[in-house]
């Protein structure tokens, strides 16, 4: 089977497409064919490293202890194992390896008792793969801050993967939303629910008076003291990304001295939370939001473009060429 590989950490570059032997599924597992993924800016710190100790320490040293990258699933089951009872041979189905990787390869395996749910038919492949990394750490996060119907809420960055999902699970919830992106991007975030939209380049959030329950940084790019300052007491600051020791450091301060809660760490992935995304899509609750479709062998063009910092909320990978000419791909599902 094709495979995009990688032996060393890197640039987009570092990221080959070779031929591997296909997985066999054990006792518990399921083997998936699959159609489609996402490039998630997991990803690319893997790849790079960034941050290059953690992750080391998470995915080896020296090199590289999953050769394959990439985990969101949608595909469909060619076998499983003779303990499997949940799915069947032929199912469509859509979620996540568990953050182990994998899924930029023609075919995957992973237990059937994972992060893994039937597709709805309302989906295409292509949507599947993208409902779940933004949405379940967008998920996880606005837990941890308690939101509440009438919260008023601030996301830095509500364009990306992670931002677009944040502000519709927001407005789901009854929130009050200010999104914060570029001017460009300010008509995609309306249409998705933000009550308010702030133009970083033109205005910064920070000075302008407001005050909001929770604030909630999806790139760890916000101004850090002054979002602080711009939360109620009591109220929450979510950091969603891999941060720095010096945003770490400043946290420890702020939960000591500022009656605020700051918020970060890791969005454990849990196939209950793929369920109920999923059911919010099939509701019409929450709608992915694709930005471009690049096809397996051109990965390494695909992980530059994300790696640049300015998608519009996801990036999918075909694995299956004629999946890119389907009605529903050419869609793209850009909510304008």
């Not at 499983?80 to 799915?87: E, N």
């Not at 032929?90 to 749910?117: F, H, K, Q, R, W």
């Not at 119907?149 to 519709?168: C, E, M, R």
Request: glycine share 10%; hydrophobic share 40%; proline share 4%.
């Amino acid at each position: 089977m094709k495979a995009a590989t990688y032996k060393h950490y890197g640039p987009p570059e570092v990221l080959q497409i070779k031929e591997i032997e296909k997985p066999k599924p054990k006792d518990n597992e399921v083997l998936i064919r699959m159609q489609a993924t996402a490039v998630c800016s997991g990803d690319v710190r893997l790849r790079k490293p960034e941050p290059p100790i953690l992750a080391r320490l998470m995915n080896g040293l020296i090199s590289p202890k999953q050769p394959i990258l990439g985990m969101e699933i949608a595909g469909v089951i060619e076998a499983i194992g003779k303990k499997v009872t949940q799915f069947r041979v032929g199912d469509d189905v859509m979620g996540s390896t568990n953050s182990y990787g994998g899924t930029y390869a023609e075919y995957i395996c992973i237990p059937s008792d994972g992060v893994l749910a039937i597709k709805p038919d309302s989906l295409s492949f292509q949507e599947a793969a993208v409902v779940f990394f933004g949405g379940h750490t967008a998920l996880h996060f606005l837990r941890k801050g308690r939101i509440q119907k009438g919260d008023h809420l601030l996301i830095y960055g509500a364009s990306g993967s992670l931002g677009t999902s944040a502000v519709q699970l927001a407005k789901y919830f009854g929130a009050e939303v200010t999104a914060v992106c570029s001017g460009g991007n300010a008509k995609l975030v309306r249409s998705l629910g933000a009550d308010h939209v702030i133009d970083y380049t033109q205005q910064d959030f920070t000075k302008n008076g407001m005050i909001y329950d929770i604030i909630f940084d999806t790139q760890g790019k916000s101004p850090f003291w002054g979002s602080i300052r711009s939360l109620k007491k009591g109220g929450y600051y979510l950091q969603s990304v891999a941060i720095n020791f010096h945003r770490i450091i400043n946290g420890l301060i702020a939960n000591i001295t500022s009656g605020r809660k700051i918020v970060g760490g890791v969005a454990h992935e849990r196939r209950e939370d793929l369920v109920f995304l999923r059911d919010l899509v099939i509701a019409g609750k929450l709608k992915p939001v694709i930005d471009r479709i690049y096809p397996l062998d051109q990965i390494v063009a695909a992980h530059r473009y994300v790696e640049g910092g300015h998608k519009r909320g996801n990036v999918v990978v075909s694995i299956i060429p004629s999946e890119i000419g389907s009605s529903k791909l050419n869609r793209k599902n850009e909510v304008e």
